[in-house]
């Protein structure tokens, strides 16, 4: 069955970064895009960009835009985000998932970021 | 300020129907499909509804979805205890370049 598995929880100081992990099984690696979505404690979905595993190329979203990258290693069928310049309104739970451009299907498990001094 | 709107919640007595509107424009919502997703706190979200009106399998018939132009609409009749949770849709958004995936600010459901 399809596995989105995510690397555990980060604490962090504000200006450092943090890099998460999401490793996927179950099904042919290069054939979905991953998303990247968090979630602020109490707050609804914010989606921070996408990453295409066939070729690695991303795209985005511009409230994010020079502060994260998105990447992946085909040999371990992971995906990789990484959030530099960690502001403390980055406290957050952020969830990988398996889609298409147009749609997202499964989710990883979540990871929580906190940010605190 | 979600690019998608929702009414933040509604409720309904068990049996009941409930219906969940999701409103955006003509760079999103009338372009391209909308997906629902559930999520019950603490949990992550999971597809509730795809392209519009499609049920992943193992959701049940007594959620239905629909789109009409800009607007989309979530359908769950039969209401349970269970489905107490909050509601997003999402969809593509083709208003930058590049696009990007937007979402709804989310809806809770309450069964009273």
């Known amino acids: 069955q399809v596995q989105l598995v995510q690397s555990g929880a980060e604490l962090e100081k504000p200006g450092a970064s943090v890099k998460i992990s999401c490793r996927a099984s179950?099904?042919?690696?290069?054939?979905?895009?991953v998303h990247w979505v968090r979630q602020a404690p109490g707050q609804g979905l914010e989606w921070l960009g996408i990453?295409?595993?066939?070729?690695?190329?991303?795209n985005y979203a511009q409230d994010f835009q020079g502060r994260v990258a998105m990447t992946r290693d085909t040999s371990t069928t992971t995906v990789y985000m990484e959030l530099n310049r960690l502001r403390f309104e980055d406290t957050a739970t952020y969830y990988c998932?398996?889609?298409?451009?147009?749609?997202?299907?499964?989710w990883g498990q979540g990871t929580q970021v906190t940010v605190s001094s | 300020q979600s690019v998608l709107t929702q009414p933040p919640s509604v409720s309904a007595a068990p049996g009941q129907k409930v219906t969940i509107s999701c409103s955006g424009g003509?760079?999103?919502?009338?372009?391209?499909?909308v997906s629902w997703y559930f999520q019950v706190p603490g949990t992550a979200p999971k597809l509730l509804i795809y392209?519009?009106?499609k049920r992943p399998s193992g959701i049940p018939d007594r959620f239905s979805g629909s789109k009409s132009g800009t607007s989309a609409t979530l359908g769950i009749t039969g209401l349970q205890t269970g489905d107490e949770a909050a509601y997003y849709c999402?969809?593509?958004?083709?208003?930058?370049?590049?696009?990007?995936?937007?979402f709804g600010g989310g809806t809770k459901v309450t069964v009273l």
């Open positions: 998932a398996r889609g298409q451009p147009g749609v997202i299907l499964d």
């Open positions: 179950g099904y042919p690696f290069i054939d979905y895009y």
């Open positions: 990453i295409n595993p066939a070729d690695g190329r991303s």
């Open positions: 003509s760079s999103n919502i009338a372009k391209n499909y």
């Open positions: 392209d519009d009106n």
């Open positions: 999402g969809t593509w958004d083709a208003s930058l370049s590049g696009g990007r995936w937007v």
